[in-house]
Nanobody, 125 residues
């Protein structure tokens, strides 16, 4: 079992940047694949980025590729998502998710086992 707590959301102007953090409890964080998803009102969960247990493999949605970076610090049980050049369409609740088995970095919400409560990101134009 792992508990995830996101932070770092807020109101940002278009073109700005922010860093989201996800702190995980538990001793086995370093073995989990981690992902960031987002959900805008009336929409399904959308994959944003994922990172393998070692950090060697990262995967991004086309919508954020080139302006986002996912990273993890296993010593701090934390995964980060930096987003630059923010757009109004990035407005959503951002969720951190953990996958406990396997070595792939899936982009489907159903493939993740644990979820945080989410943090709101609002981009004003």
């Amino acid at each position: 079992q792992v508990q995830l707590v996101e932070s770092g959301g807020g109101l940002v102007q278009a073109g700005g940047s922010l860093i989201l953090s996800c702190a995980a409890s538990g001793r086995t964080f370093s073995s989990y694949t981690m992902g960031w998803f987002r959900q805008a009102p009336g929409k399904e969960h959308e994959f944003v980025a994922g990172i393998s247990w070692s950090g060697a493999t990262t995967y991004y949605a086309d919508s954020v590729k080139g302006r986002s970076t996912i990273a993890r610090d296993n010593a701090k049980n934390t995964v980060y998502l930096q987003m630059n050049s923010l757009k109004s369409e990035d407005t959503a609740v951002y969720y951190c998710a953990a996958r406990s088995v396997g070595y792939v970095v899936p982009d489907t919400a159903a493939d993740y086992d644990y979820w945080g409560q989410g943090t709101q990101v609002t981009v004003s134009s």
